[in-house]
């Protein structure tokens, strides 16, 4: 049988307070359809399966390439001399 828990009861095992959890809902991290529910009448309702499956999901690690960069450091098209624009 599935373990359905509130936000309260997620926060608490997550060790991290139910703002955070709220915050995850309202970001999309925690999807409603597929982390949690919302049944008539009643606050929302964690499927504690997903949730695991959400903490155990491997993510690749990010690369230099993804860091953001100052827009005097970006290249332009058009300066084919030195890249960089001044």
């Keep these: 049988m599935e373990e359905y828990l509130t936000i309260e009861a997620v926060a608490e095992r997550l060790s991290v307070s139910p703002k955070t959890v709220k915050n995850k809902m309202a970001k999309g991290v ?3 359809g597929v ?14 399966a997903a949730i695991i499956a959400w903490l155990e999901q491997s993510r690749e690690p990010e690369t ?3 860091i953001p ?11 084919t001399k030195s890249g960089f624009t001044s």
């Design 30 to 32: 925690f999807k409603l």
């Design 35 to 48: 982390h949690y529910f919302r049944p008539p009448g009643l606050s929302p309702r964690f499927k504690w």
């Design 64 to 66: 230099d390439s993804n």
């Design 69 to 79: 960069m100052p827009v005097h450091y970006r290249f332009r098209k058009s300066d």
